[in-house]
């Protein structure tokens, strides 16, 4: 079992910046990949960007690239999402997840996630 913390969220004006962190501990020797996701009030679960444990092949939906990134330390076993020129379609609550498959987009291949930090884009 991985157990992941997300912090980081807040309330932000279109065009501001946040960064977001997801502290991981317990069983980290078996996740392969991590990954952010995002859900707006009535809608479903949205990928928003993802990385291998060990750092690499960064991907990002569409709607973030160019935007937001991704990244990982190593030492502190933590994955970071800075983003920036936030817009207020941002707005949902970020998740965290981990899991043995490769970095991927679909929920289904993460088997643990944290309990979500809230992220406001509003003027």
């Known amino acids: 079992q991985v157990q992941l913390v997300e912090s980081g969220g807040g309330l932000v004006q279109p065009g501001g910046s946040l960064r977001l962190s997801c502290a991981a501990s317990?069983?980290?020797?078996?996740?392969?990949?991590t990954g952010w996701f995002r859900q707006a009030p009535g809608k479903g679960r949205e990928y928003v960007a993802g990385?291998?444990?060990?750092?690499?092949?960064?991907r990002y939906a569409d709607s973030v690239k160019g935007r937001f990134t991704i990244s990982r330390d190593n030492a502190k076993n933590t994955v970071y999402l800075q983003m920036n020129s936030l817009k207020p379609e941002d707005t949902a609550v970020y998740y965290c997840?981990?899991?043995?498959?490769?970095?991927?987009?679909?929920?289904?291949?993460?088997?643990?996630w944290g309990q979500g930090t809230q992220v406001t884009v509003s003027s």
């Open positions: 997840a981990a899991g043995w498959k490769g970095s991927t987009s679909r929920p289904t291949d993460y088997s643990d």
């Open positions: 990385i291998t444990w060990s750092g690499g092949s960064p």
């Open positions: 317990g069983n980290i020797f078996s996740i392969n990949a």
